[in-house]
Every structure is written in C-alpha cells, then in structure tokens.
C-alpha cells in the first residue's frame, strides 16, 4: 500500500534584509564638524542640538562645549533615558588635556560612551566635507 498524498512545502518565504538604521547627530553648537561626522559614519546631520534626542552629540574638546554637551546629554536623558554618544572633536592633535577629560568624566551618568576624534586637517580646512571618496581622510569602518 503505497501512500499518494503529497506534502506541501512549508518553506517560509526568504525575508527582506533588515536595512541598518542610520545614527542622528547634532552639534551642541555650529563649527564642532558635526556634518563632517555625521558624513563619515554615514548619519542623519540633526545640526545643532534644540532637544530633539539624537544618537550622537558632537562637541569639540573646549570647556565651553563641553558644558554645553553635558547640559544636553542632561537634558536629552531626564527627559527620554536615553544616553547619548559623544563624538569630541580635537582641537589639538596629541589627544585630550586633564581637564577635558575631567569634564567628560562628569558627564559620564548622561553618556552612553565618549569617543574622541583625531584631529584631521583636511577636516578642519574644509568647507564642503566630502567622505565619499577613497583619499578624502575620513576613518574606515
């Protein structure tokens, strides 16, 4: 006895690819190369912080940044709970002075992490960033 009843495949369906959510970045003030950042990790340019929450903040490694990218570190989780990332910005090349990365420490309950960036002339030079091509000097993923 032979049994003729076919089983239908219950294959699912291949599923779309999941697209990778692009990072929105603002600046705590203009001039901290937020849109250059933001080019460079392929993000949303928010421009300056007004309250809207953002994935990142950009800052530069000033004092007077810094106070403006704890208050809206502060702000943005007291009003959300969500942390953001800082993307500090050298103003110097040779890395972050004690006092600045004193600041950052203060900062540190309103962050999700602190990154800092190398300062690149061609960057700072610059006034149409483009990290599109091969010798434009951004960091490579």
């Known amino acids: 006895m032979t049994n003729d009843v076919t089983r239908q495949s219950t294959v699912p369906p291949p599923r779309e690819p999941k697209r990778r959510q692009r990072v929105s970045v603002a600046g705590v003030s203009g001039g901290v190369r937020t849109t250059t950042f933001a080019m460079a990790i392929d993000g949303i340019d928010r421009g300056v912080f007004v309250g809207r929450p953002v994935d ?3 800052c530069r490694s000033t004092a007077e940044s810094l106070q403006r990218a704890g208050q809206a570190a502060q702000l943005q989780t007291e009003s959300t709970g969500s942390r ?4 500090v910005t050298a103003t110097e090349p040779g890395g972050l002075s004690r006092a600045v990365s004193a600041r950052l420490r203060l900062t540190s309950a309103y962050t999700a992490r602190v990154v800092t960036v190398p300062l690149v002339r061609r960057w700072q030079d610059s ?3 483009t990290c599109r091509t091969p010798d434009s000097g951004c960091p490579t993923r």
């Open 56 to 58: 990142v903040l950009v």
């Open 127 to 129: 006034t149409a960033p």
């Open 84 to 87: 953001p990332l800082f993307a």
